[in-house]
């Protein structure tokens, strides 16, 4: 990939620019927050401003609702040919780039399944997505080139390119992502009630528990924000289990005897039920599919 773009000098934006400068390409580095840019430039991730011509591909390292606006002004300014973003929402943006009037021949969305609770440019490393999984949604009508060099960049930072639609990983991250990290952050809540005396007695299992209700809570705010209908689903299937074992508790703490052994059962299946779908948590990235000639829709 001879030229490149950075939309955006976050977390995500400046790993990306420091994995493309460590594979030699000089990205240019761009961001509403000059400050922010100007960091992930002293930390060596590219150089600040504009290019004077056309870059092959455009990285959009914004969130998800500001994804159509910042695609629809960069293609007029003519920032690259090609461009893709690293949003964590897909079928949102496309819709309303759509509506906005933008080159979606020339779009790939894009999603590095990579991450840390810290933000900003400081907390960017270059090898963030080494082996992890990174989504990519063609359309239909998609170029082949543009498919192709949003390919480049996920292999260029190391990561594993695997194709999905856009409502399809809209669905997976619901599950795998977004409301994982909306119930740590409501377990995490439940410490606001604890006293000094009991937090003394945190061990790792908590703070493995509770590790990601550490990130940015506007930013997360946004992300769930723009895929709620696909999280609501999943955290309406948590409640009822969580319904359930609130009531098996209540049995075994308080109900008549003949309640315990149902309460037992219950508690019982709900841990051997968190087990199994514990295991089916891949060890590994899973490998990356077969990209060429994809078109998967939304």
Known sequence: MPSAA???????????ALALRGRGVTPYLLDRNPEAARTAAGLGAGVVGVPRTPVDLAVLAVPPQHVAATLHEYQLLGLADDFTD????????QEEAAELGCDLTRFVGGHPMAGREQS????????LFHGKPWVL???AGSL????????????????????????????????????????ASLLATRLLHGDDSQLRLAGQGLRDVTRIAGGDAELWTEIIAANAPAVAEVLAEFALDLHEVVDA?????????????????????ALVRGVQGRARIPARAAGGLRLSGVAAGS
């Open 6 to 16: 950075v939309v955006g000098t976050g977390l995500i934006g400046t790993s990306i």
């Open 86 to 93: 690293v949003a964590s929402v897909k079928a949102r943006p």
């Open 120 to 127: 900003g440019p400081l907390a960017a490393q270059g090898d």
């Open 137 to 139: 949604t063609p359309h």
């Open 144 to 183: 082949p080139r543009t498919l192709g060099r949003a390919r480049e960049l996920a292999e260029l930072c190391g990561a594993v390119p695997v194709a999905m639609g856009h409502a399809e990983h809209d669905r997976a991250v619901a599950l795998t992502s977004h409301t994982p990290h909306l119930v």
């Open 249 to 269: 508790l209540r049995d075994l703490g308080a109900g008549p005897p003949e309640r315990h052994r149902a309460g037992r059962a219950h508690l019982t299946t």
